[in-house]
């Protein structure tokens, strides 16, 4: 086990917050992912888009609103607003439109405006519920099939940053990850913690840096503790921290299209504080040389259904 300070990687006088943003949905892509590049670019500023390139079978999650604490959140989050009802039916009584297949070029939009592209999931309701469930054999089978279809849409390459859809993880996933067939990927953003490292799972250490989303998402806290859309940005600012890892997630799908306003004066308010957003990849070659062990378990985080990796200090 390894004792670091952050400061070694983070310069006490500097703040930095890396900028993840998944694209899930069909609607995401074709609407979300387009906005944000532009606005992104147009204020000079770069970050990791995580692409789901299967189908979109989102409107299977209709299911989960027979559990209270799913269904709760999407009434504080006003889910039909906020994603669209065409999300919330996707792939419900009919098979999902296959996002990677039709909308290529919209997926390769990110890399045309100098951002970094990640691997989020080939089919995400199915990634996102099924991969505590999945035996290694389908672990490998549905990710080559993924890698694959990566290699399609980005003329021949393979992905270099990977994360896990709603930061789920299971010991097959991580065993994967470490193999021989994801040697292209760098470094993996599947957990929710404040420390990067190395992930202890099962007492074993896996070799696939973990960079954490260290900051809450907007459907987690808006409605809670008097967080509302007046006083989001403000709320998040305020847990951004200098000399520190800071990982922030968004969603095409809410700060692409219903909050896009709302983001982008976030975006101009770390402007004026002086908070750097960059790639995680930026992050990775910050960090890259430590020898850091983290704690990886299971747990279930405030304002999300469900229990979801978190890395932890040893």
């Given at each position: 086990m390894v004792m670091e300070d952050d400061r070694k990687y983070f310069?006490?006088?500097?703040?930095?917050?890396?900028?993840?943003?998944?694209?899930?949905?069909?609607?995401?892509?074709?609407?979300?992912?387009?906005?944000?590049?532009?606005?992104?670019?147009?204020e000079g500023i770069r970050a990791t888009f995580f692409l789901t390139i299967g189908p979109d079978n989102m409107g299977k999650h209709i299911w989960r609103l027979v559990k209270p604490k799913f269904f709760l959140k999407m009434l504080r989050g006003n889910a039909a607003k906020l994603y669209g009802f065409d999300i919330l039916?996707?792939?419900?009584?009919?098979?999902?439109?296959?996002?990677?297949?039709?909308?290529?070029?919209i997926l390769r939009m990110p890399l045309h405006h100098n951002h970094e592209v990640a691997l989020h999931a080939y089919d995400h309701y199915k990634w996102q519920t099924r991969i505590s469930k999945m035996c290694a054999e389908e672990v490998k089978l549905d990710n080559l099939k993924a890698f694959e279809r990566w290699?399609?849409?980005?003329?021949?390459?393979?992905?270099?940053?990977?994360?896990?859809?709603?930061?789920?993880?299971?010991?097959?996933?991580?065993?994967?990850?470490d193999s021989k067939y994801c040697s292209s990927i760098l470094y993996r953003s599947d957990s929710r913690g404040s420390v990067f490292g190395y992930p202890e799972f099962g007492r074993k250490v896996y070799e696939k840096l973990q960079i954490p989303t260290t900051l809450p998402t907007y459907d987690e806290v808006i409605g809670r503790n008097g967080v509302t859309n007046e006083n989001y940005n403000e709320y998040i600012l305020s847990l951004i921290e200098p000399g520190q890892l800071n990982v922030l997630t968004i969603h095409a799908e809410s700060e692409g299209i219903a909050c896009f306003d709302m983001f982008k004066d976030f975006v101009k308010a770390c402007k004026d504080k002086n908070i750097k957003i960059v790639p995680l990849g930026d992050i990775y070659n910050k960090i890259k040389d430590t020898k850091r062990v983290v704690r990886l378990h299971m747990e279930q985080i405030p304002g999300r259904d469900g229990k979801v990796a978190i890395v932890s200090k040893k």
């Amino acid at each position: 086990m390894v004792m670091e300070d952050d400061r070694k990687y983070f310069a006490e006088n500097e703040t930095i917050l890396g900028l993840k943003i998944d694209v899930d949905t069909w609607r995401g892509t074709i609407m979300g992912l387009p906005s944000l590049a532009n606005m992104l670019q147009e204020e000079g500023i770069r970050a990791t888009f995580f692409l789901t390139i299967g189908p979109d079978n989102m409107g299977k999650h209709i299911w989960r609103l027979v559990k209270p604490k799913f269904f709760l959140k999407m009434l504080r989050g006003n889910a039909a607003k906020l994603y669209g009802f065409d999300i919330l039916f996707k792939g419900f009584l009919w098979p999902g439109p296959d996002i990677g297949t039709n909308l290529k070029e919209i997926l390769r939009m990110p890399l045309h405006h100098n951002h970094e592209v990640a691997l989020h999931a080939y089919d995400h309701y199915k990634w996102q519920t099924r991969i505590s469930k999945m035996c290694a054999e389908e672990v490998k089978l549905d990710n080559l099939k993924a890698f694959e279809r990566w290699k399609n849409i980005f003329g021949g390459a393979l992905p270099r940053a990977a994360g896990s859809p709603g930061w789920q993880l299971s010991e097959e996933w991580l065993d994967f990850a470490d193999s021989k067939y994801c040697s292209s990927i760098l470094y993996r953003s599947d957990s929710r913690g404040s420390v990067f490292g190395y992930p202890e799972f099962g007492r074993k250490v896996y070799e696939k840096l973990q960079i954490p989303t260290t900051l809450p998402t907007y459907d987690e806290v808006i409605g809670r503790n008097g967080v509302t859309n007046e006083n989001y940005n403000e709320y998040i600012l305020s847990l951004i921290e200098p000399g520190q890892l800071n990982v922030l997630t968004i969603h095409a799908e809410s700060e692409g299209i219903a909050c896009f306003d709302m983001f982008k004066d976030f975006v101009k308010a770390c402007k004026d504080k002086n908070i750097k957003i960059v790639p995680l990849g930026d992050i990775y070659n910050k960090i890259k040389d430590t020898k850091r062990v983290v704690r990886l378990h299971m747990e279930q985080i405030p304002g999300r259904d469900g229990k979801v990796a978190i890395v932890s200090k040893k």
